[in-house]
């Protein structure tokens, strides 16, 4: 099992960038679809980007195709998500993911980090 601490949240105005971390702890992290989910107060919890650890490709939803970008470290066992053109309807909780079958990034047998928030003000 993976374990993971989110950090880098924080107040931004919009139009700004911020850049999140993911600590990530366990044996099978270099083998684990990594990911990244946002909660919004009173919204469910909704998917922002993955990486896939065979191929290496990326995905991303629709709301922040562009503007962010996941990457992931395996010599530091770290993701990271980079935010640039920040809006406030990006504001949410932002939550680590990782789980070893990429078809189900979020769902069954995903391992969670406690999240960070991350606030964008107009």
């Known amino acids: 099992q993976v374990q993971l601490v989110e950090s880098g949240g924080g107040l931004v105005q919009a139009g700004g960038s911020l850049r999140l971390s993911c600590a990530a702890s366990?044996?099978?992290?270099?083998?684990?679809?990594m990911g990244w989910f946002r909660q919004a107060p009173g919204k469910a919890r909704e998917f922002v980007a993955a990486k896939a650890w065979t191929s290496g490709s990326t995905s991303y939803s629709d709301s922040v195709k562009g503007r962010f970008t996941i990457s992931r470290d395996n010599a530091k066992n770290t993701v990271y998500l980079q935010m640039n053109s920040l809006k406030p309807e990006d504001t949410a909780v932002y939550y680590c993911?990782?789980?070893?079958?990429?078809?189900?990034?979020?769902?069954?047998?995903?391992?969670w980090g406690q999240g960070t928030q991350v606030t964008v003000s107009s």
């Open positions: 993911a990782a789980n070893l079958v990429y078809g189900t990034l979020g769902s069954a047998g995903t391992a």
């Open positions: 366990g044996r099978t992290f270099s083998r684990s679809a």
